[in-house]
């Protein structure tokens, strides 16, 4: 159970290019999902919190109109880099929170390698 | 500024011995605490959630939380080779505001000699 997943896996795109990268709860109802964007050898950094039917919260320093997130469903969400140049290059990963059970736990999607030439 | 801390390593132990890996956090107001695994190039997985003090087994895992001293570990007994990655240790954002987000450490890099 609590299996998340994200699509596509890996995209390169050229620079000025928009990418859209789904995240789906395969076996559970996530109100809030997360994204994630990490670089090589650092920490994961939260970028926004998306809840189903709401407009998404981002974190400081994350420009919403370049990192559009769409959250229409229970059961999915989207992030769309507009624009994207070779800066967004990066591993985003989202990640969905289960209510089931004690306490709010997050489930990782396996991420997206984004390359952007 | 709620903060994470994680020594950064490598941590490196021999095959067969036990992993012990700290974190210590700055809310005291957390209420939920995770490990996760994550390999070189992967996303992070899930290994343990630990909310009561105390100590909680899994495996060869076990979590320990002491609140009173804004402390949690993982302990790894008879390590393998195959338990080589980061380990993050994340906390939950007590600030009402975004209940559920989660704060991670950098991450303890874990190796493990054959």
């Known amino acids: 159970g609590a299996v998340v997943s994200q699509h596509p896996s890996w995209v390169i795109c050229k620079s000025g290019t928009s990418v859209k990268i789904e995240c789906r709860s395969l076996d559970f109802q996530a109100t809030t999902m997360f994204w994630y964007r990490q670089f090589p050898k650092q920490s994961l950094m939260l970028m926004a919190t998306?809840?189903?039917?709401?407009?998404?919260?981002?974190e400081q320093g994350v420009e919403k109109d370049k990192f559009l997130i769409n959250h229409a469903s229970l059961t999915l969400s989207t992030l769309t880099v507009t624009s994207a140049h070779p800066e967004d290059s990066s591993f985003y990963i989202c990640?969905?929170?289960?209510?089931?059970?004690?306490?709010?736990?997050?489930?990782f999607g396996p991420g997206t390698r984004l390359t952007v030439l | 500024q709620k903060e994470v801390e994680q020594n950064s390593g490598p941590l490196s132990v021999p095959e067969g011995a036990i992993a012990s890996l700290n974190c210590t956090y700055s809310?005291?107001?957390?209420?939920?605490f995770f490990w996760y695994r994550q390999y070189s190039g992967k996303s992070p997985e899930l290994i343990m959630s630990?909310?009561?003090?105390g100590d909680k087994e899994d495996g060869r895992f076990t979590a320990q939380l002491n609140k009173a001293s804004q402390y949690v570990s993982l302990l790894i007994r008879d390590s393998q080779p195959s338990d080589s990655a980061t380990y993050l240790c994340?906390?939950?954002?007590?600030?009402?505001?975004?209940?559920?987000?989660?704060?991670f450490g950098k991450g303890t890099k874990l190796s493990v000699k054959p």
């Open positions: 990640s969905a929170e289960s209510s089931a059970g004690y306490g709010d736990t997050q489930y």
């Open positions: 809310d005291r107001g957390s209420q939920s």
């Open positions: 630990i909310y009561s003090n």
């Open positions: 994340a906390v939950n954002n007590a600030n009402g505001g975004s209940q559920g987000n989660l704060i």
């Open positions: 998306s809840n189903e039917g709401s407009k998404a919260t981002y």
